[in-house]
């Protein structure tokens, strides 16, 4: 399998996995099952858990900005635009803890305060790319 493949099959299999059982109750074990390949293989890819769901967090802001890019055009004045910005990005943020890493990584995590600011960080960016 092609590595691109095989990293897709990696992040599509965790993002399933996450969106169903949360982040910390998806180990990487099931993640290389589901993807049907080793857990060796995943470190080829990813350092850790984490990164990988950096990734599909990173994948799924910028498929949002995309959209909030090409949407850009249909507003008629600066505070439509900029309300429906931050309504998008609430809603962003909102998915995010809810249906990939869970709020028990928010609440548990010692690296949570980190990831949240990264995370914060990236929707900044998008809103900024988007205005």
């Given at each position: 399998?092609?590595?691109?493949?095989?990293?897709?099959?990696?992040?599509?299999?965790?993002?399933?996995?996450?969106?169903?059982y949360?982040?910390?109750?998806?180990?990487?074990?099931?993640?290389?099952?589901?993807?049907?390949?080793?857990?060796?293989?995943?470190?080829?890819?990813?350092?850790?858990?984490?990164?990988?769901l950096?990734?599909?967090?990173?994948?799924?802001?910028?498929?949002?900005?995309?959209?909030?890019?090409?949407?850009?055009?249909?507003?008629?004045?600066?505070?439509?635009h900029?309300?429906?910005?931050?309504?998008?990005?609430?809603?962003?943020?909102?998915t995010?803890?809810?249906?990939?890493?869970?709020?028990?990584?928010?609440?548990?995590?010692?690296?949570?305060?980190?990831?949240?600011?990264?995370?914060?960080?990236?929707?900044?960016?998008?809103?900024?790319?988007?205005?």
């Open positions: 399998m092609e590595p691109e493949k095989i990293k897709e099959s990696i992040i599509r299999a965790a993002k399933d996995l996450f969106r169903k949360g982040y910390h109750k998806t180990s990487v074990n099931e993640i290389a099952k589901k993807a049907r390949i080793a857990k060796a293989t995943i470190y080829k890819y990813f350092e850790s858990k984490e990164q990988i950096d990734a599909i967090l990173m994948d799924y802001l910028d498929l949002n900005l995309k959209e909030i890019l090409k949407n850009k055009a249909q507003f008629t004045n600066e505070e439509a900029l309300t429906a910005l931050v309504m998008k990005t609430c809603r962003l943020t909102y995010v803890c809810n249906e990939f890493i869970g709020w028990d990584f928010v609440r548990e995590n010692a690296n949570s305060q980190e990831f949240l600011k990264h995370l914060s960080d990236q929707l900044e960016s998008l809103l900024l790319a988007a205005y």
